[in-house]
DNA sequence: AGGATGATCGTCT
DNA sequence: GACGATCATCCTC
């Protein structure tokens, strides 16, 4: 398996586009314990809505939002749990899109270290879990994913890929909008059942 | 300086 | 399906 960079030009920057473009392709990371990698299948984002970090402006904290497509935007939720998103649109306007789950598809093993479990299905599913296996942090808050050597953008290895989309998860303001996008029938997706239809 | 809150997770029933 | 943990960040005083 050969995980090749993918280019900022391969990837739209309007944020619905990348949030379903980006279903398929690989999220990398490197550190000291060895690579890990997993297909991104559910994404989502907030538009107009004021669970958004960046619908009351720009503040210290989302600063990364508003900064040029493509960088990493990570923070901490519930004291316990880091969130990984995406910034889109052009610099200036705050938009990204959150990677919701992926479906592990190298350094399982580490994975499994980091997140205390055995379940495969449980590694990466949930915004949460993803980051503790891919060992995400602030610390990689507003890096370029075209340039980082440790956290990056490979091209997808599973196409094609069935995208739908559903209402979100976590999220109380608007939410009969179906702005969350996941892989059809892929059982590493996060969120209940009926969430879920194939 | 203090209070409210959250794009979640793990555990329990 | 429900609930509590837990703390950085933001807002108000």
Redesign the pocket.
């Known amino acids: 398996m050969k995980l090749v960079r993918l280019q900022p030009a391969d990837l739209p920057i309007e944020t619905r586009a990348l949030a379903k473009a980006l279903l398929g392709h690989v999220l990398v990371r490197e550190t000291d314990e060895g690579l890990t990698a997993g297909t991104i299948v559910e994404t989502?984002?907030?538009p107009g809505d004021p669970?958004?970090?960046a619908f009351?402006?720009k503040?210290?904290?989302?600063a990364t939002l508003f900064g040029p497509p493509l960088r990493s935007y990570v923070?901490?939720?519930?004291?316990?749990?880091y969130?990984f998103?995406l910034s889109s649109e052009a610099e200036g306007e705050g938009a990204?899109?959150?990677v919701?789950a992926l479906e592990p598809i190298k350094g399982l093993e580490i994975m499994r270290e980091r997140?205390s479990?055995s379940i495969e299905r449980?590694l990466c599913r949930?915004?949460?879990?993803?980051c503790?296996a891919l060992a995400i942090d602030?610390s990689l808050d507003g890096i370029d994913l075209s340039e980082h050597p440790h956290l990056w953008l490979a091209e997808a290895q599973e196409f094609p890929m069935r995208v739908r989309s559903s209402r979100?998860?976590?999220?109380t303001r608007a939410a009969e909008r179906r702005l969350r996008f996941y892989a059809a029938g892929n059982p590493y997706v996060?969120g209940?059942a009926r969430l879920n239809p194939s």
């Open positions: 989502a984002y907030l669970a958004c970090h009351s402006g503040t210290a904290r989302n923070y901490q939720i519930y004291g316990t749990s969130c998103n990204g899109v959150l919701r997140r479990t449980d949930g915004p949460g879990r993803l503790r602030r979100r998860i976590g999220v996060s209940p």
